[in-house]
Nanobody, 122 residues
Framework: RLVESGGGLAQPGESLRLSCTAS????????LGWFRQAPGKEREEVSC????????YYPDSVRGRFTISRDNDKDTVYLQMNELRPDDTAVYYC?????????????????WGQGIQVTVSS
């Protein structure tokens, strides 16, 4: 089970940090991802972090602004979001899969959180 927290309302240029805590064991063997879905749009990848060597992936839309990290002792993955923009507004989902990921895409991940709203507006 994955549970997201830390969403809410931010003004453009501000920061938010999302957390996703997993229940169960063997967290360190899972690759983790953050995805988002805005109204009327398809779910898109935000960032992924591998179970091996903590390799990360970011699409151009968030690279340099967002940072994914994980704490295996706390069974938690984080998404630090800086320089937020209105087009970052979406429901953000945490996802997990066993082992490494080949591509940071939604259909590569089989376990999902319930999602959390992030709204960026002045």
């Amino acid at each position: 089970r994955l549970v997201e927290s830390g969403g809410g309302l931010a003004q453009p240029g501000e920061s938010l940090r999302l957390s996703c805590t997993a229940s169960g064991s063997t967290f360190r063997y899972y690759s983790l991802g953050w995805f988002r879905q805005a109204p009327g749009k398809e779910r898109e990848e935000v960032s992924c972090i591998s179970s091996k060597d903590d390799e990360t992936y970011y699409p151009d839309s968030v690279r340099g602004r967002f940072t994914i990290s994980r704490d295996n002792d706390k069974d938690t993955v984080y998404l630090q979001m800086n320089e937020l923009r209105p087009d970052d507004t979406a429901v953000y989902y945490c996802a997990a899969r066993v082992g490494v990921f080949n591509r940071c895409t939604a259909n590569s991940f089989g376990y999902w959180g319930q999602g959390i709203q992030v709204t960026v507006s002045s």
